[in-house]
């Protein structure tokens, strides 16, 4: 079932421009990752954080992670229309022996030139 | 590394018709391979999880004789949709994890059309 709740449902920058978008959850977790979908197609890993880190970064991505507030967020910088996509947060519960993930309702992201 | 493929990429049937997907991961043994629904501009919503060499653990609300799940090998897992039915039509996407990682890879999808 999904727990993830990613606020805004959608966004429309221009070219350069940041996007931030930001997932909340309800349950203790053992990691939790971001994932994009282009259109009609599967879904990309993009970066995983555990529930002992607070920030990562990977490229023109930055997640931050507050298991006090049970959120994240996915910052991406110097946006491109290539970004254009859905961004889904998902969580893996602990304890994780399962490997299931439970997904969010996802962003839609928009990068205009 | 870490592709896992999906065939058919797209597959029109009659309504009563049986549909076979197949999920392969080609450059790693997956011990688990999820099957998820995605409805047009929806998240994913996990069906089943596949344990390789023994049976599908459903979800939920998720008819396991309606929808069958094999995973024969380390490489490959099939969901059968059977007597396929208008309300069957979907995408279908399948993910594969390996024990040394928390990452699932996913597959690119299946798009159902039931007519």
């Known amino acids: 079932s999904q727990q ?3 606020d805004p449902q959608a966004l429309s920058i221009q070219e350069g421009e940041n996007a931030t978008m930001n997932c909340s959850y309800k349950t203790s977790i053992n990691n939790l990752q971001w994932y994009r979908q282009n259109s ?3 879904l990309v890993h993009l970066i995983l954080i555990r529930s002992n880190e607070r920030e990562k970064h990977s490229g023109r991505l930055r997640v ?3 298991t006090s ?4 967020s996915l910052l991406i910088t110097a946006s491109r229309a290539a970004d254009t996509a859905s961004y889904f947060c998902a969580t893996a519960r602990t304890p994780s022996n399962d490997y299931k993930l439970s997904f969010g309702a996802g962003t839609t992201v928009t990068v205009r030139a | 590394g870490a592709v896992v493929s999906q065939h ?3 597959v029109i049937c009659k309504s009563g018709t049986s549909v076979k997907i197949e999920c392969r991961s080609l450059d790693f043994q997956a011990t688990t391979m999820f ?6 501009k929806k998240s994913l919503m996990l069906m089943a999880t596949s344990n390789e060499g023994s049976k599908a653990t459903y979800e939920q609300g998720v008819e396991k004789d309606k929808f069958l799940i094999n995973h024969a090998s380390l490489t490959l897992s099939t969901l ?3 007597s396929a039915h208008p309300e069957d039509s979907s995408f279908y996407i399948c993910s594969a994890g390996t024990p040394s990682t928390d990452t699932q890879y996913f597959g690119p999808g299946t798009r159902l059309t039931v007519l």
């Open chain 1, 4 to 6: 993830g709740e990613e």
């Open chain 1, 40 to 42: 009609g197609r599967g």
């Open chain 1, 64 to 66: 931050t992670l507050d």
């Open chain 1, 69 to 72: 507030k049970k959120s994240s």
């Open chain 2, 8 to 10: 058919p990429s797209r």
């Open chain 2, 35 to 40: 099957w998820y629904r995605q409805f047009p």
């Open chain 2, 80 to 82: 059968t949709v059977t």
